[in-house]
C-alpha cells in the first residue's frame, strides 16, 4: 500500500493492528477506579516503548501513537468519538449528541488510527509549517464504507504535541479538505499526498520522512 492510500474510501477496513489498548484499560481501571486519560496515554507508551526492543520505530512517533490510540478508544467508549459523516453541520459534535447514536456500528464510534507521517517541512501560499506529523484515522460512514479523517500535529518549544488543523472528504470526491489555522479557507488534501490551495491553484508535495503504521504497531502486541 501507498504512504497516502490510507486516504481512500474503501468497502472493508484498511486498517491491519492488534491494539493491546483494552487490556491496558481494563487492568487500569480494575487497580485504580479513577485513573485519568493522561495515564492511560502513559502506560500504553511505556508498553509500545517497552516492546520496540531493536529500536527500529522512532521514539517520538512510538509516542505520539500511544497517546492517539488510547483516546481514540477512551472516546469511544464515552461516545465522544468525532465522525464527521453522519453530520450535517461543520460543527464537530461528538457522536453521543447524534440522534443515530444507539444505533451506530463499532466501526462509526471508532477513530481507527492507520498511520502517522512524520513530515520536516513544507511550504503553501507563502506559509511555511515544520515538524509535522500528519495523522490518518478511518471511520465508518452512514453507508458502511470506510472514509478518512486527519489531524495536523506538531511539537512545541516544551515538546508538546499541538494540533493545528483537521480534515475529511466532506463532498466524497476523494480529497479532503483541510481546516488549517494558519488559512481562512479549506486547502485540499488529495490520495496522491499533494496539497492544493483553491485561491491560486498551488499546490505542493508532501515529503515524507518517516511513517509509522497500524501493520508495525500490530507487531509490537505479539
Known sequence: MRDFDSLLKTKTSKGNSRSNVDEIYRKAKKANMSITLTELQTLNIQYLQENNTRKKINSTLLTLWG???????????FGNTINPYFLNTKNLLPIKELPEYTYLSDEARFLNLLDIKYIKEFELEGVSFSEVFLVTYEIADKDGYFRPYVTFLTLNQ?????????????NDNGNVELFLSAYNYLVYLTPKGTLHSPLSGKMTKLKIQDILTSEEISKLYK
Do not use: P, R, V
Request: charged share 25%; glycine share 8%.
Open 67 to 77: 497517546m492517539l490510540d488510547m483516546k481514540s478508544y477512551i472516546d469511544a467508549i
Open 158 to 170: 516544551d515538546n508538546q504535541f499541538i494540533e493545528f488543523g483537521y480534515g475529511y472528504d466532506t
